[in-house]
């Protein structure tokens, strides 16, 4: 198990559409295990295959306090969604910015598990967050989307910053 590289905000390659996963062999596996990898040590409470530049509907979460809980969404897709809720989100290809986004409240999630097993489930509160989060990194949508165009031109500068006082460092 390796950590892999994250992509960061504005790399066009995060604006890549996922395809479906349609063979599940140990190459897969040794991918989720890299992934769960470089979640827990980033840490983050999630992470899409897109992050990592793979272009495939993959995505693993752990949104338990003791780090204990790791799932693996694969095709996943949301067949219903209920109520609303704001949660203030950060995302590991937008580091240090963090800003309020609204989402459902509940979720009914259809997905398969990390060996193609059907894997059908309900979600909410911060669960349900993280999944619609990682979700829209699939389709190349990230949370500053959401956010107004002066909102995302202050990211994109502050990030610019951020960036040029660690080079400089
Ligand atoms: O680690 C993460 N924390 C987080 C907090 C609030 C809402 C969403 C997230 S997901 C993020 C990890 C990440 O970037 N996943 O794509
Ligand atoms: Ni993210």
Redesign the pocket.
Known sequence: MSPLPILEYPDPRLRTKAQPVTVFDAALQALVDDMFATMYE???????AS?VNVHKQLLVLDVSEEKNAPMVLINPKIIASEGSQT???????VPGIFADVDRADRITVESLDRHGNAQNFEAEGLLA??IQ??MD?LIGKL?VDYLSPLKRELVRKKLEKQRRNAAAG
Do not use: K, R, T, W
């Open positions: 980033a840490p983050g409470i999630g992470l899409a992050q949660y203030q989100e950060g995302c590991l290809s967050v993280c989060h990682e990194h949370f």
